[in-house]
């Protein structure tokens, strides 16, 4: 393992649960968008991380988990697809006097939950905090390295 690449882990990190944050800001913005571009309400955007690869013929991290005997150098994480949330229904509420009722006076509103976004808005924030402590310890650790070296 080269000196920086413990930087990079702890970048890609502090990057992707940036990225994550600002996903869940966007989420939280739209609980009351009833109407988008595509005609209908909001839909909740879910983030998924997975394993960056750097080089070819470094085993994952799913392989190392199979074969015990492997050594593993990790590489950190990347954003792989920012996706729709499909499970979750929408909200239906009922008040006839909105310009998007049905005709039965029920308003479709936007499947996100303040609650679990703010939830998930903690786990994001204490994430990158861990992330940028990692970070600090790193950059620690190399300080003290080169000054034992001079």
């Known amino acids: 393992m080269g000196l920086f690449q413990p930087f990079d882990i702890a970048a890609t990190g502090m990057t992707a649960q940036r990225f994550r944050m600002d996903v869940i ?23 998924t991380f997975q394993e960056k690869q750097l080089k070819a013929g470094v085993p994952s991290f799913k392989h190392i988990l199979k074969d015990s005997t492997a ?6 994480v990347k954003v792989s ?10 909200i239906m509420a009922y008040d006839p006097s909105h310009p998007d009722a049905d005709e039965n006076g029920y308003v479709r509103y936007p499947n996100v ?30 300080s003290s390295g080169i000054q034992v070296g001079q």
């Not at 939950?113 to 650790?141: C, G, H, P």
């Open 25 to 47: 800001a966007e989420n939280i913005a739209n609980v009351s968008t009833t109407r988008t571009e595509n005609g209908g309400p909001y839909r909740r955007k879910i983030v």
């Open 113 to 142: 939950n303040t609650v679990t976004e703010m939830t998930n808005l903690i786990d994001a924030s204490r994430s990158y905090e861990a992330n940028v402590t990692a970070f600090q310890a790193i950059k620690s650790m190399a």
């Open 81 to 90: 697809k920012v996706s729709e949330d499909t499970e979750t229904d929408f």
């Open 71 to 76: 050594a593993y150098m990790g590489n950190g």
